[in-house]
């Protein structure tokens, strides 16, 4: 990816993809904002939709198979809308809580230590103040849902609040991770059915685990620097052994996925989804070098195509329940 070298003059972080909206568009004085909630890298709130949109789509085909109405076996396209302005707004949220956690390590590794709060581009009374804009924002969207959907997503606060402490602790920050970034999966079926069922707890499950698996590849951009400043993660556990870990991990993704689809009974285009997904897991494993960090940031943001891939088979399989009742 093309990027270019931050210079005090400019506000912009070391690795700031050139070209973006954020900095033809938006204010000098707006960047720094805009780099604490990752205006610039919508990959994040993108992985962050994906489990949402499944779940939204895997409740509208457990609707069809038990005989809804016919204009219900897609799914509700306001929840998609909605689910999208709440994943950028809590990924902004989320980024800016965890700079301000993280400001002395960001510091003292080279690829973050020009991010606005370690580089002194805003105050941490700003970046809070703007932490909280973002939130409340999530809160404006959460509070469109049922009663039972809105419980659950405040639940999920305490994931996120966690989650930056992690890699302090735990050789598994990427699983705390996957817990956050997975909880979509229960958010769709529970906006949908005011409940939870097995099908969303299977889906957030193999969530969890792709979340692990792409978050390692991400992660060894910085093992390196992980290890001087005393930081953990799963690419630093897993080492030379990755590419196996990430076959149980991708596999085991996929089979929770799948298991997901039998117990709300999708028909076979949900599987084609799955399969076509396996298929780029399989390449980015097959190709994958961890010590080569533009491809492991590369091969990271693919996992955008394994997003459209599964909710493109859902869109399918919810096509397939609407017409077959006709033939």
């Not at 204010?27 to 780099?35: D, T």
């Not at 941490?124 to 959907?149: D, K």
């Not at 298991?259 to 285009?269: G, K, L």
């Not at 491809?295 to 493109?312: D, E, T, Y």
Request: aromatic letters at 12%; hydrophobic letters at 50%.
């Amino acid at each position: 990816m093309e990027t270019i070298q931050s210079q005090s003059g400019q506000g912009r972080v070391a690795d700031a993809p050139t070209g973006h909206w954020v900095y033809r568009l938006l204010p000098r004085a707006a960047w720094p904002y805009a780099q604490l909630a990752r205006w610039d890298r919508p990959i994040g709130w993108q992985l962050l939709l994906w489990p949402c949109w499944w779940s939204a789509a895997l409740a509208a085909i457990a609707y069809a198979e038990a005989g809804g109405e016919l204009l219900r076996l897609m799914p509700n396209p306001w929840h998609l809308v909605l689910f999208m302005i709440g994943a950028i707004a809590m990924r902004g949220a989320g980024c800016t809580y965890n700079d301000l956690v993280d400001e002395g390590i960001d510091g003292q590794v080279e690829r973050t230590r020009s991010r606005p709060l370690p580089s002194g581009q805003v105050t941490r009374r700003q970046a809070w103040t703007f932490l909280i804009a973002q939130s409340l924002l999530g809160l404006a969207v959460l509070l469109q849902f049922n009663g039972f959907a809105i419980l659950l997503g405040i639940c999920s606060l305490a994931v996120v609040a966690a989650y930056p402490f992690m890699k302090r602790i735990t050789n598994w920050p990427q699983f705390v991770l996957g817990l956050a970034f997975s909880w979509g999966a229960l958010m769709g079926w529970a906006a949908a059915f005011g409940t939870l069922a097995p099908p969303a707890l299977f889906l957030y499950a193999g969530s969890i685990l792709w979340v692990i698996g792409y978050d390692t590849i991400y992660a060894h951009q910085d093992k390196e620097d992980d290890a001087i400043v005393g930081v953990h993660s799963t690419a630093r556990l897993f080492g030379e052994r990755t590419k196996p870990w990430l076959m149980a991990l991708y596999g085991g993704a996929l089979i929770l996925m799948g298991a997901a689809c039998a117990s709300a009974e999708a028909p076979m285009p949900a599987l084609a989804g799955l399969v076509a997904a396996g298929v780029h897991m399989a390449r980015q494993i097959r190709v994958l070098d961890i010590d080569n960090p533009d491809q492991c940031l590369r091969l990271f943001k693919s996992n955008n195509v394994v997003g459209w891939l599964i909710f493109l088979g859902f869109l399918g399989a919810g096509l397939w329940a609407a017409v077959k009742p006709l033939v």
